[in-house]
């Protein structure tokens, strides 16, 4: 927990989300500005800034979040049309919320880029 980190306190239920996913671990949610008709963000409940700050004894949890992605997919039934998984890490990604998140994305042809934003 981290007192000023906004993905803490939704998921410390303290700020309001569209919460479609939980667990023991993971807390997913809808994107505030959804970039794709489906837009989930899937967080660690341990807060985590980035990527590049995860610890070997977090591998697992990095799994789960990626098994979560998979459940919540189908759930949206995008396992037939596919759908993309994105880590931003720091500045030059673009990251702008320094809790570790999976951005799920689907529901639409995505370009074929590796690209962060409305291009995604
Ligand atoms: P980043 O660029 O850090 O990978 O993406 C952060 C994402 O969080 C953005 O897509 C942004 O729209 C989303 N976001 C920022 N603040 C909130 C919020 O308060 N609630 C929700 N549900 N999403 C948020
Ligand atoms: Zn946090």
């Known amino acids: ?17 569209d919460i479609v996913y939980e667990d023991e671990d993971v807390v997913a949610f809808k994107d505030i500005n959804p970039a794709a008709p489906v837009h989930i963000l899937i967080t660690p409940r341990k807060h985590i800034p980035t ?4 610890e070997k004894s977090d591998e697992a949890l990095i799994g789960r979040l990626h ?8 759930a949206f039934k995008l396992e037939k ?9 720091g500045s030059d990604a ?3 919320v320094f809790h570790l998140h ?5 529901g639409r042809p995505l370009l074929q880029t590796i690209a ?5």
């Open 1 to 17: 927990m981290s007192a000023d980190c906004i993905f803490c306190k939704i998921i410390n239920r303290e700020l309001d989300a």
């Open 51 to 54: 990527i590049m700050d995860m």
């Open 67 to 74: 098994s979560a992605a998979n459940e919540i997919a189908r």
């Open 81 to 89: 049309k596919g759908y993309r998984i994105v880590i931003n890490c």
């Open 94 to 96: 673009g990251q702008i």
């Open 102 to 106: 999976l951005h799920l994305l689907g």
């Open 116 to 120: 962060k934003g409305r291009g995604v």
